[in-house]
């Protein structure tokens, strides 16, 4: 697989339930339907049902995009806030038409105006949930999570169970509510009971990692189980694309169910044509992964360049992968540089890093010492420890920004702490020295055995020989010469084929890709000490 590219939505990501799912009922008020010349409605007719299979095709409707929004824009027009939500969803996606973000939140914004009358005619916890929803992930209306659980918490008193899930959601991450991990899973408990398989899924998670609850390992198997079969049951009926991504990710993971990567495939790519850029950056790597079984270039490309024209951060931090090494694609500075930038804008610290060191390094784009470091500092702030590392050795040379010596302590000491074995090494010297910080050798040996137990040779060497060196000039003699040794090793290994000791060449390739993935580069172990 092609290196660094990292997961789309970590399994452990909050579970996105579909903004549309009907009310138990099938969506129909208790009450006659409305008259629709009386003004707005919420209502699942005919025609919006029509409208809905031409959107997400069915066993018997195939996909039509230019149908489902003629379909949509009649009942929009009749008041419809449920088509005016989905006309949103249409453009904010690019279902049949270019990506229109603001033509998208138009219509969100029609659609939260109609719900909110529908909710004064007569109040309803569905519509109660519906508006929460749009304040919740900021759709025709600011992002604002008090409003979101306001909403929540009124469909819940009536025992809502879309609502109980996502205000529980709310309460897990303490947005627009203090943080309760118990309360959290109550309501997740709650809403599981009414047979809600988002619910069950973040229940699984919350025992197999004892939040809120005590850890219980099977417990979290049988919610998992319950999870995968809901989503089965309920993707069959809406064929809607974050249902299809998580069975694929279920299935790709074996989670709640075997692994079966072809039929990860086939939920991907269904829900990848329905514009998720997340089933299409998954399909891309699966496509890429050249020992998986389904390596397919072509599609990879396709997939993964759809994912980054629509503005996903970790597709564009991949097309910048390839773009620079000339990895399936033609060797691109322009477009790497490109991409990382677009991606590194929307916070993804790879691409941050990324960036950092191309400007560090000058090898292809000017060197740029003011941006490299604002990069690498965006990265670090996000706690990446490979940037941290690469600040700390900035500072610590004061080659090309001033010596620091406190902010190289201070970014070295967060990347060890994340057991980063070269930052740890570099701290051990610091400290064995005194160079920059009090001399302590106590830490000193706790830094080396960090490092040296990650088998960081260099670590190790000084650990033995601790009580040696007390002049700096031998540390540094002794250092470089094990450097050397090393160097003198592995060219007579070259030179004689390595023998039995050589590292097969698709092994070498893969713990540099490790590497790679990792957010290094070849020389990061090559820290110099001037002082």
């Not at 090793?489 to 698709?506: E, L, T, Y």
């Amino acid at each position: 697989m092609e290196a660094g590219i990292p997961s789309a939505v970590p399994e452990d990501a909050p579970s996105e339930m579909p903004e549309d799912i009907p009310e138990p009922d099938g969506g129909q008020p208790e009450e006659e339907a409305p008259d629709r010349h009386r003004g707005y409605n919420a209502e699942w007719s005919e025609h919006y049902k029509e409208a809905r299979s031409f959107l997400y095709g069915s066993d018997d409707v195939e996909q039509d995009f230019a149908e489902a929004l003629r379909l949509f824009m009649l009942e929009a027009e009749n008041g419809n806030a449920l088509a005016m939500h989905d006309l949103g969803r249409m453009h904010m996606d690019g279902l049949g038409m270019e990506i229109d973000t603001g033509a998208a939140q138009e219509w969100y914004r029609k659609s939260l105006i109609a719900f909110m009358a529908v909710e004064n005619e007569k109040p309803r916890p569905y519509i109660q949930y519906r508006i929460g929803k749009l304040h919740n992930a900021g759709l025709g209306t600011p992002q604002d999570y008090e409003q979101a659980a306001a909403w929540f918490e009124m469909a819940v008193a009536e025992n809502h169970k879309y609502a109980q899930y996502s205000l529980a959601g709310l309460y897990y991450r303490g947005q627009g509510v203090p943080q309760d991990f118990d309360r959290a899973f109550d309501l997740y408990q709650k809403s599981a009971a009414q047979g809600n398989a988002y619910a069950s899924y973040e229940l699984a998670k919350m025992c197999r990692d004892g939040i809120g609850t005590g850890k219980n390992l099977a417990e979290a198997d049988r919610h998992f189980k319950t999870a995968f079969d809901g989503f089965l049951l309920l993707e069959a009926q809406s064929h809607d694309d974050k249902l299809q991504y998580r069975l694929g990710q279920m299935l790709q993971t074996g989670t709640g169910t075997g692994q079966d990567t072809a039929a990860a495939i086939r939920y991907f790519e269904q829900s990848a044509k329905l514009g998720n850029v997340n089933a299409q950056y998954s399909l891309a790597k699966i496509y890429l992964d050249s020992d998986g079984g389904h390596e397919n270039v072509a599609k990879a490309l396709e997939w993964m360049g759809k994912a980054a024209e629509a503005g996903n951060p970790l597709a564009q931090y991949a097309m910048a992968k390839l773009y620079l090494a000339g990895s399936h694609v033609e060797k691109d500075t322009a477009k790497t540089v490109e991409l990382f930038t677009k991606a590194a804008e929307q916070d993804n610290q790879f691409a941050q890093y990324a960036l950092g060191k191309l400007y560090l390094s000058g090898e292809d784009v000017p060197k740029d010492m003011e941006a490299a470091v604002r990069w690498l500092t965006a990265a670090a702030e996000q706690n990446n420890q490979f940037a941290q590392y690469a600040l700390g050795k900035l500072y610590l040379s004061g080659e090309d920004v001033p010596k620091d010596a406190e902010a190289a302590v201070r970014w070295l000491t967060a990347a060890a702490e994340q057991d980063n074995q070269y930052a740890q090494y570099a701290l051990g010297k610091l400290y064995l020295m005194g160079w920059g910080v009090p001399h302590d050798k106590e830490l000193a040996e706790h830094w080396f055995s960090l490092s040296a137990a990650q088998g960081n040779i260099y670590a190790q060497f000084l650990l033995e020989r601790i009580d040696s060196f007390r002049d700096p000039s031998v540390l540094l003699a002794a250092t470089r010469l094990l450097r050397q040794l090393g160097s003198i090793f592995d060219d007579k290994q070259r030179a004689a084929g390595g023998g039995d000791r050589q590292i097969d060449s698709k092994l070498r390739r893969k713990l540099q890709e490790k590497k790679l993935a990792q957010g290094h580069a070849h020389d990061d172990h090559a820290l110099q000490l001037s002082y």
